[in-house]
């Protein structure tokens, strides 16, 4: 069995790709996909999209406590 991505995966990592060289050169485009970020998250936790306890959202396991792009687990300010 093969491990290919298909398009729709290619599409997400180019665009992510393209955002985190964007968010390292300039910190209004990070503070910006921070915003849009945090939103899009918090939609996907409240549907369960992360689990039903939010163990496996990106900004850290909410079993550990409430987390947004303000206060990413294991990302000291």
């Not at 599409?11 to 849009?36: H, P, Q, S, T």
């Not at 409430?66 to 000291?76: I, T």
Request: net charge negative.
């Amino acid at each position: 069995m093969t491990n290919t991505m298909n398009y729709t995966q290619r599409c997400v990592i180019k665009v992510l790709e393209r955002m985190i060289e964007m968010a390292k050169a300039n910190e209004d485009d990070a503070d910006m996909f921070a915003e849009v970020l945090d939103d899009a998250l918090d939609d996907i936790h409240g549907s369960d999209g992360f689990g039903t306890e939010g163990q496996d959202d990106p900004r850290g396991d909410f079993r550990n406590g409430e987390w947004s792009m303000d206060n990413v687990e294991g990302v000291k300010p």
